[in-house]
C-alpha cells in the first residue's frame, strides 16, 4: 500500500477518505489478514452477533492467549539461563577447592547464597579432615537407622521436591523443622544426603523440574571422589 492517497500524505488523510479508499480495494485485509485481528469491528445490533464478528473474537482471544504463553515461556527461559549460569558457578567452585572439607563448605554456601536457601543441610556418610557435627553438616554411618526413611531415596538417588515427611525433617533440620515448610532432597547414593530447605511452602513442589538439582548433586560427587 502506497503513503499517499492522490495527492495527499496518508498522515493528512480523514476517516471519510479512508473509507472510501476501502471501498475500493475490498481485498485490502486478505493482503494485509494480522490488520483484523486489531481492528475493532462493531458487533450488530441485538442478541445475536455476525458470524464474522464472532470469528474475529476468537481470533483474538486466541492471540492474547500465545502472547500470554510467549511471554511465559520466555520467562522460564530467563530462569533456567540464571540457573545453568549458576549451576555452572558452582561446578568451577568446587573443582577450585583443595580439599573436601573446603568443597562441602562451597556447596552449603553457594546453596544459601547463590540459590537462595532459608536452611541448607548436608548428610555426609564418613568423617573429612577439618570437619565436625554443626549446624549445617552431619556426619552420620550410612548403616545408621536414623536414615532408614531416605533408604528409597538414596536407592534410586533421584531429587525429591514438596513437603518432607516429619521424621524426614527430623533427621535434617533437628530443632528447626518446624521452620521448613518444603524442602529439595539431593541424593547422592554412597556419599550422603543434601537438603535445601525453604519457610515458602509453594518454594518445592512435586513435578517441578529437577535437572539443575541433578547436576549440582553429580559435580559434588565427583569433586568429593577426589578426596576418596
Same mark, same amino acid.
Given at each position: 500500500m502506497? +503513503?499517499?492517497?492522490?495527492?495527499? %500524505?496518508?498522515?493528512?488523510?480523514? /476517516?471519510?477518505?479512508?473509507a472510501?479508499?476501502?471501498?475500493?480495494?475490498?481485498?485490502?485485509?486478505?493482503?494485509? %489478514?494480522d490488520l483484523? $485481528?486489531s481492528?475493532?469491528?462493531?458487533?450488530?445490533?441485538g442478541?445475536?452477533?455476525?458470524?464474522a464478528?464472532?470469528q #474475529?473474537?476468537v481470533?483474538r482471544?486466541?492471540n492474547r492467549?500465545l502472547?500470554?504463553r $510467549?511471554?511465559?515461556l520466555?520467562?522460564?527461559?530467563q530462569?533456567?539461563?540464571?540457573?545453568a549460569?549458576?549451576?555452572?558457578?558452582?561446578?568451577l567452585?568446587l573443582m577450585?577447592q +583443595?580439599?573436601?572439607?573446603d568443597?562441602?563448605?562451597a *556447596?552449603?554456601?553457594?546453596l /544459601? @547464597? +547463590?540459590?537462595?536457601?532459608?536452611?541448607?543441610?548436608?548428610?555426609?556418610?564418613?568423617p573429612? +579432615?577439618? $570437619?565436625?557435627?554443626?549446624?549445617?553438616?552431619?556426619?552420620?554411618?550410612?548403616?545408621d537407622?536414623?536414615?532408614?526413611?531416605?533408604?528409597d531415596?538414596?536407592?534410586?538417588? @533421584?531429587? #525429591?521436591?514438596?513437603?518432607?515427611?516429619? @521424621?524426614?525433617?527430623? =533427621? #535434617?533440620?533437628?530443632?528447626?523443622a518446624?521452620? =521448613?515448610?518444603?524442602?529439595?532432597?539431593l541424593?547422592?547414593?554412597g556419599?550422603?544426603?543434601?537438603?535445601?530447605g525453604?519457610?515458602?511452602?509453594?518454594?518445592f513442589? %512435586?513435578?517441578m523440574?529437577?535437572?539443575?538439582?541433578?547436576m *549440582?548433586?553429580?559435580?559434588l560427587? =565427583?569433586?568429593?571422589?577426589?578426596?576418596?
Amino acid at each position: 500500500m502506497s +503513503d499517499r492517497f492522490g495527492d495527499k %500524505p496518508a498522515d493528512q488523510l480523514g /476517516a471519510h477518505e479512508i473509507a472510501n479508499w476501502l471501498r475500493r480495494h475490498p481485498r485490502f485485509l486478505q493482503q494485509f %489478514p494480522d490488520l483484523s $485481528l486489531s481492528l475493532v469491528v462493531p458487533r450488530e445490533e441485538g442478541s445475536a452477533a455476525s458470524l464474522a464478528s464472532y470469528q #474475529l473474537e476468537v481470533l483474538r482471544d486466541k492471540n492474547r492467549e500465545l502472547s500470554r504463553r $510467549l511471554h511465559e515461556l520466555f520467562g522460564n527461559a530467563q530462569d533456567n539461563e540464571r540457573l545453568a549460569v549458576r549451576t555452572h558457578q558452582l561446578t568451577l567452585a568446587l573443582m577450585r577447592q +583443595d580439599n573436601a572439607a573446603d568443597t562441602l563448605r562451597a *556447596m552449603a554456601a553457594s546453596l /544459601a @547464597e +547463590d540459590f537462595n536457601g532459608d536452611l541448607v543441610r548436608l548428610i555426609v556418610f564418613k568423617p573429612y +579432615d577439618g $570437619l565436625s557435627d554443626n549446624e549445617w553438616l552431619q556426619i552420620i554411618d550410612e548403616s545408621d537407622p536414623r536414615l532408614q526413611p531416605f533408604r528409597d531415596a538414596l536407592s534410586d538417588g @533421584e531429587p #525429591l521436591c514438596g513437603r518432607l515427611q516429619p @521424621e524426614k525433617h527430623a =533427621v #535434617l533440620y533437628g530443632e528447626r523443622a518446624a521452620d =521448613v515448610q518444603s524442602t529439595a532432597l539431593l541424593p547422592l547414593p554412597g556419599s550422603g544426603l543434601i537438603a535445601v530447605g525453604s519457610r515458602d511452602p509453594n518454594r518445592f513442589f %512435586p513435578g517441578m523440574g529437577t535437572l539443575f538439582l541433578r547436576m *549440582m548433586g553429580e559435580s559434588l560427587a =565427583v569433586a568429593l571422589r577426589r578426596y576418596d
